[in-house]
């Protein structure tokens, strides 16, 4: 952070004591004062926010279903099973989250 900018805008926010404590702790830690620390986190922690999940909700019930379906296939004694679609689609519900979440 520029030491040479004028803070002249306030902000409050409304803590316990306990998060206060960590905030405090936290920046210590860094040897930053709480304003440095939080303004630093708050510019390198990127939040993503999916605006339509639902059709991997979908999929994951439709999983959940199929996975539901084998176990009752295997608890009934049914020794063939393939669960090659069940894995592929567990992957593709991975990667699918995996690149909301900004990992892919």
Do not use: F, W
């Amino acid at each position: 952070m520029s030491k040479q900018r004028r803070r002249d805008q306030t902000l409050t926010v409304r803590l316990t004591a306990k998060e206060k404590e960590h905030i405090q702790k936290c920046a210590a830690t860094a040897k930053m004062s709480v304003t440095d620390y939080l303004v630093a986190l708050s510019i390198k922690t990127e939040i993503r926010v999916s605006e339509n999940l639902k059709p991997l909700l979908i999929e994951l019930k439709r999983i959940g279903n199929n996975i539901n379906q084998l176990a009752a296939k295997a608890n009934s004694g049914v020794n063939v099973i393939d669960l090659h679609d069940v894995v592929q689609a567990q992957r593709d519900l991975y990667d699918a989250l995996m690149q909301i979440a900004g990992k892919r």
